[in-house]
Structures are given as C-alpha cells and as structure tokens.
C-alpha cells in the first residue's frame, strides 16, 4: 500500500502509555488522522506440562474486562511488558512474577500484533514445558504494581472446554493453546 505517509505525530497523553495522534497523508493527498496506544512490545507464554497433560494460566483483574462485560477478572496466559528486556527473558520472568514457575526451555510460536488499529504493541508469544519441580514460588505478581493474580493449573481438556464454551475469550492465550495443539496433538483428547 505505496503512498501512505505520516506527517505529523502528537502526543495527547503521556501516562503508563502514550496515546498520539497521528496524521496520515493518504495516496489521494487527502489527510486523516487516527489516535495510537504507543505502547512497548510484551512476551506471553503457555507453561504446559506434558506427562501432567495441564497448563499454567493466571486469572487477574483486568479494568476494560470490567468496564465492558460487568466482571472484574480474566483468564489468560502469563504475560507482560518487555520492559527493556529480550521476549526470551521477559517471558521467564513474568512466569516467576505471575505464576512462581521457573521455565526452562521456550518454544518461539511467533510475534504478532495484539490490535494493530489501535496500539503499537506487539506479543513475542511462546510455549514452554515445566514439570513440578519448576513450581518454585507463589507467584501472584507485584504488590507495587497491584497485581493480585490467582495461579491455576488446568488439564489440557478442560482448558480446550472453556475455550469451546468461550470462557476463555483473551486472543492471546487462544492462539497459544491453538499453537499447543498444533505442534503436540499428542497432549489432547486422552479423556
């Protein structure tokens, strides 16, 4: 899509993100403009257990889940911000923070972008296999970043039924069981 070119970047609010506004000089030489969530990449992964057949997912509060839908708690995969680090190295330590689970190896599923209409973010999302002697911590989060998240370990079917039953309605975690299923079927439907 030649032609498309941004002229003028501002920033409307400087918090937690950035929200601009952007001008954009279409191929017509018509101009629009459109409000971006400037926002820094995050890592997501799935910590699955193959001989257990469970994951690892977090229920946590999430204020548009509760805005929207009336309920303050969501359930997804371990996640967060890169902060300045590799996807690799964010996603190890979102899964101490959040879950108290040491992962070793990770399982690069791709990098995609969370809502490209709206926000620069981008997820480097990954799989990652644990067996119980990882369970080294709590988990729960960052008291300083009010984050008071509940651990919970699924089996792999029950996880697949709340997908189905649209209990689970977080994009990212929806790929990542989607990824899971793709690259070890061999996990699913021994119920």
């Given at each position: 899509m030649a032609g498309y070119r941004i002229r003028?970047?501002?920033?409307?609010?400087?918090?937690?993100?950035?929200?601009?506004k952007v001008t954009v000089e279409m191929p017509d030489g018509r101009t629009m403009t459109r409000e971006v969530l400037n926002s820094t990449d995050a890592?997501?992964?799935?910590?699955?257990?193959?001989?257990?057949?469970?994951?690892?997912l977090i229920r946590q509060f999430r204020a548009p889940?509760?805005?929207?839908?009336?309920?303050?708690?969501?359930?997804?995969?371990?996640?967060?911000?890169?902060?300045?680090?590799?996807?690799?190295?964010?996603?190890?330590r979102e899964a101490m923070e959040e879950a108290g689970l040491r992962i070793g190896g990770l399982e690069p599923v791709g990098t995609v972008w969370s809502a490209p209409g709206m926000t620069t973010e981008r997820l480097h999302l990954f799989l990652a296999p644990y067996g119980a002697a990882d369970r080294?911590?709590?988990?729960?989060?960052?008291?300083?970043?009010?984050?008071?998240?509940?651990v919970l370990e699924l089996g792999l079917d029950e996880v697949v039924r709340l997908l189905e039953q649209g209990a689970i309605a977080d994009m990212k975690t929806l790929a990542l069981?989607?990824?899971l299923q793709l690259r070890h079927p061999e996990l699913f439907g021994r119920d």
């Open positions: 003028q970047v501002e920033t409307v609010y400087d918090g937690w993100r950035k929200l601009l890592a997501a992964v799935l910590p699955y257990d193959p001989r257990a057949r469970t994951v690892i889940v509760m805005h929207v839908e009336g309920h303050p708690d969501f359930l997804e995969a371990v996640a967060g911000l890169l902060d300045g680090d590799a996807p690799e190295v964010c996603a190890r080294v911590g709590e988990g729960g989060g960052l008291a300083e970043e009010h984050e008071e998240i509940e069981v989607q990824a």
